[in-house]
């Protein structure tokens, strides 16, 4: 046994040994944090883009004169030392047909839903199929200049909407093979929606001044803007010997249901685990099937469904410095929030003041794992996604997904573990 005095000297020692730990501990972190390079760009520069693929290849095949503008600065992540997993041979993949370009168009939401659509056949049935994305955009269209003809209210009207409007137009009005509908004139490479759209605006603003146009008069007008520059929609088609009608051929030639496909979002700003509006421009048909989920579910969708096969769409905002054409990542940088604050409430807090927007749909097609977290292979329609050497991919952190994608399409059955939380 110690005696007082033996005592307050060994506990005298011990707040001395703790101290002088503590302090080495400090020191051993310092030294450790500054030995290693960060694990996220922690620069930002202003960089000169000159238009790449979209200047260089779409407009110069187009025979625009755009071609010659000069470069814009914008603000990036100096990506420069970083070394990115984007070795497509490193991510288990689901099949999906070769990336094709947009054009110039603002319709990656129906490139992004069908290409998934296409990896949904072959998963279930084995069968390569390409599906018309001209026809969806057609009827699209449609159903803009018939909610505008009623009168329902201000209808947003831009060529943007959301993947799941896919879905619906297939349910609606079938869908058809590329090889019938190739929505393009013959010879010409890249899809060009600029004049359309323009005309279609014009058509538009006359609907809505002439307060005695039907609904049958303003659509004869629009499909006749649309036929002159997609083509007239075949009302029968043959496909493997066979004849059929858009919709006979969604319910009998392909081996999906669009009913099938659910979409998800998370936001603090409706309640968790119920159905929602998306409140985002290009959901102009305010729909309200979106399953809202909290963060850490709405990132268990998307892993569920990849690493067992099943692919999916995702939308979000692509215009942050750490998305980038020439490393081809997607990554947050250090000087936007440290990967540590990546949550719900930094989330919210971009949704809240619009700094997050739906500017694009991709469709995720593989996985990689590693030390750093999981990382997303997507297959990209935009322009430039064909800037690097992987021509029409991209390879997005799990910290992008969290902070700056804001919905998902998926096969139910890839979400069953989250909805299973949900649907009693």
């Known amino acids: 046994m110690f005696d007082s005095a033996q005592l307050f000297i060994l506990a005298d020692n011990f707040r001395v040994m703790k101290k002088i730990t503590v302090f080495f501990s400090v020191i051993l972190i310092t030294l450790s944090g500054a030995a290693q390079l960060p694990d996220r760009p922690a620069k930002a520069h202003y960089m000169k883009y000159n238009g790449g693929y979209y200047r260089d290849v779409i407009l110069k095949s187009l025979n625009d004169t755009a071609t010659g503008q000069s470069a814009k600065e914008r603000l990036r992540a100096d990506m420069n030392g970083f070394h990115f997993p984007t070795d497509t041979a490193l991510y288990t993949r689901v099949w999906h047909n070769p990336p ?16 998934m659509l296409e990896s949904e056949i072959f998963r279930i049935s084995g069968k390569k199929t390409r599906l018309s994305e001209m026809y969806v955009v057609y009827f699209e269209y449609i159903e803009r200049i018939k909610a505008i003809a009623k009168k329902s209210g201000e209808v947003y009207f831009a060529e943007g909407s959301e993947s799941n409007a896919v879905t619906k137009i297939i ?46 008069k303003s659509l004869g007008g629009f499909e006749e803007i649309l036929t002159d520059f997609l083509g007239a929609v075949p009302d029968t088609f043959q496909y493997e010997g066979r004849e059929y009608t858009p919709m006979s051929f969604s319910r009998e030639a392909l081996p999906f249901s669009p009913m099938d496909y659910f979409s998800f979002m998370s936001t603090k700003s409706a309640p968790y685990n119920q159905r929602g509006e998306l409140v985002e421009a290009d959901n102009w048909w305010h729909n309200s099937d979106y399953y809202n989920v909290a963060l850490e579910d709405f990132v268990t969708v998307a892993v569920n469904a990849i690493s067992n096969g ?19 990542a997607a990554v947050i940088p250090a000087f936007d929030i440290p990967s540590e604050y990546i949550n719900e409430d930094s989330r919210e807090h971009r949704l809240y003041n619009q700094s997050t927007t739906d500017d694009h749909c991709m469709h995720v097609v593989g996985f990689y794992r590693n030390d750093d977290g ?7 329609s935009g322009a430039g996604a064909f800037d690097g050497p992987n021509k029409g991919y991209r390879f997005m952190h799990e ?3 969290r902070l700056k994608m804001m919905n998902i399409l998926v096969h139910k059955e890839a979400a069953r573990p989250v909805l299973d939380k949900i649907i009693k």
Request: net charge negative; charged share 25%; aromatic share 18%.
């Open 100 to 115: 094709v370009s947009q054009g110039r168009t603002g319709t990656c939401w129906t490139f992004a839903a069908i290409s």
């Open 171 to 216: 349910r609606e009005y079938g869908i058809i093979p590329l090889e019938a509908f190739p929505g393009k004139p013959v010879g010409q490479e890249f899809h060009d929606h600029k004049l359309l759209f323009e005309r279609l605006e014009t058509y538009k603003k006359w609907v809505e001044f002439c307060k005695s146009a039907t609904e049958a």
């Open 310 to 328: 099943y692919s999916f769409t995702v939308c979000g905002d692509v215009s942050e410095p750490g998305f980038d054409a020439l490393s081809e």
């Open 374 to 380: 999981y990382w997303f292979l997507l297959k990209d």
């Open 399 to 401: 910290d992008y997904l």
